[in-house]
């Protein structure tokens, strides 16, 4: 049980061990490559495409503004984006019971880049594992320099193009490009972000590495409490695979049947975070598949059935029972389809042009005349389409009288106006002290455009 006291990139010491993982080129490898740089593709090109004339996505976090596919959340719609996170969550707790860690191997940004694109420029440089170890602990010859220094330039160059998109997503294309074709000292806080982003993502591709999923990532130390023995995970059939040993075609007939698996140690050899998938299920697996392709072509090699390592539950290996639907899926089940419910008619019923009204505090009513009520409002408009917007307040049996001297309200495209305003209603047609009220906006062309409910207050 020693692998449950260590960690496989760490030496006994507590020292960072540096990771030489075999290449493998297999099914779910290609499967895998294709998947990931489908996802880099989108993640470099979503900045850059136009929906209703907004960036398709942006997270500008500083100016408290968010686009999705060219709706534009402003802070009023928190809510939304609150509950779209908790959605989010639950799926991958469900995703997570049933699969396991497939999100870490297939889709997750830090496997993607790290095993797609710097592994691969690594082994396109400097060789397979072997060649790296031996160039690394020799010593610096005119090869090893060259090699280190084009290895190195190039990371540079892919860390500084991830934070360019990385700021893309942040502040917006429009500010990126005023980076790119102006002075850096135009915009000195902009460029010395683009500089520590470029920094951070270089030294974690570079050199921490895999230490993110192990030791940084929360996703990871979740597995223990959402994987149980149904859920589906990279997993050794050790049913089918022990006892192992090595093969000897000299061996005597009476020696006893062996497992399947020939203690060759590809699997281990292949693994990015350095640990033995036949132990079980450990939290270091990130369940990049890549032992499972290497494990399929001993198995072809030596003219046994593929699939020793493969995606199963333990009861699957032990039991061969198939996932079942079982009652925590179908808990989890359930409230993600409440929370998407929820989602959906937050989203559908979400206002383009949002308006709040509220009485001045401190004032009740006034009365300008005999025949007259007046209530005083403070009122706030959120326009969240691209277009100015020229509004007129209207409410049904009163009369809206304007603070200021212009009747009409202009709030420009995302934009945000706070104004204030009278109401007055004949006491004639006043049947309560408080009586509800409708206040509807509509634009120069007399279509309603939002409106807001209030209460106004009489004798
Ligand atoms: S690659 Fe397969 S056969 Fe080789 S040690 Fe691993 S499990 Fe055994
Ligand atoms: S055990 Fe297999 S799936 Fe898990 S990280 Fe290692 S190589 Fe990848």
């Not at 049980?1 to 960690?7: A, L």
């Not at 942006?58 to 509950?83: C, H, M, S, T, W």
Request: net charge positive; aromatic share 12%; hydrophobic share 45%.
């Amino acid at each position: 049980m020693d692998f449950r006291d260590t960690i496989g990139v760490l030496d006994k010491k507590g020292g960072v061990k540096r990771m030489y993982p075999k290449s493998v080129d297999g099914v779910l490898f290609k499967a895998r490559n294709a998947f990931g740089l489908t996802l880099v593709a989108f993640l470099f090109a979503a900045p850059f495409v136009q929906i209703n004339g907004q960036q398709a996505l942006l997270f500008n976090i500083l100016e408290r503004k968010f686009v999705i596919f060219g709706q534009i959340f402003f802070p009023q719609d928190f809510y939304i984006f609150a509950l779209a996170m908790l959605t989010f969550l639950v799926f991958i707790i469900l995703f997570t019971v049933v699969f396991g860690r497939v999100f870490c191997g297939w889709a997750c940004p830090q496997t993607v880049f790290l095993e797609l694109i710097f592994r691969r420029i690594e082994f396109w440089i400097e060789g397979d594992a072997n060649a790296q170890r031996r160039l690394n602990e020799g010593d610096w010859t005119t090869e090893k320099i060259w090699k280190k220094t084009l290895k190195h330039t190039i990371f540079w160059i892919v860390s500084f193009s991830i934070a360019n998109i990385f700021l893309a997503y942040l502040v917006g294309t429009a500010e990126l490009q005023k980076l790119v074709t102006h002075s850096p000292l135009d915009s000195p806080t902009l460029f010395v972000s683009l500089l520590i982003f470029t920094g951070a993502f270089y030294y974690v591709f570079a050199h921490f590495r895999e230490l993110v999923c192990i030791i940084v990532c929360p996703y990871g130390r979740l597995q223990s409490v959402l994987l149980d023995n149904k859920s589906i995970v990279v997993a050794y059939d050790f049913v089918r695979g022990e006892p192992r040993g090595k093969m000897n075609k000299n061996e005597p007939a009476s020696t006893p049947p062996k497992g399947d698996c020939i203690a060759c140690g590809l699997c281990v050899q292949v693994c990015p975070t350095g640990i033995d998938i036949r132990n079980g299920t450990q939290l270091e697996c990130i369940n990049c598949t890549a032992c499972i392709d290497a494990c399929d072509e001993v198995m072809v090699k030596i003219g046994r059935p593929k699939k020793l390592i493969r995606y199963d539950s333990i009861e699957g290996i032990t039991q061969k029972k198939p996932l079942r639907f079982t009652a925590r899926i179908a808990a989890y089940s359930t409230v993600l389809v409440l929370l998407l419910g929820l989602l959906t008619y937050f989203l559908l019923s979400r206002k383009e042009v949002e308006m709040t009204v509220f009485r001045t505090q401190g004032l009740l009513f006034q009365q300008p005349d005999s025949l007259t009520i007046s209530n005083l409002y403070n009122l706030e408009i959120v326009n969240k389409t691209n277009e100015k917007l020229d509004l007129v307040l209207k409410v049904k049996d009163g009369t809206v009288k304007m603070v200021s001297q212009d009747t009409r309200i202009s709030v420009i495209g995302q934009g945000t106006v706070k104004t204030s305003f009278f109401i007055l209603i004949q006491k004639k047609d006043i049947h309560s002290y408080k009586t509800k009220l409708k206040i509807e906006a509509y634009d120069a062309n007399g279509k309603l455009i939002t409106d807001a409910e209030t209460s106004f207050a009489s004798p």
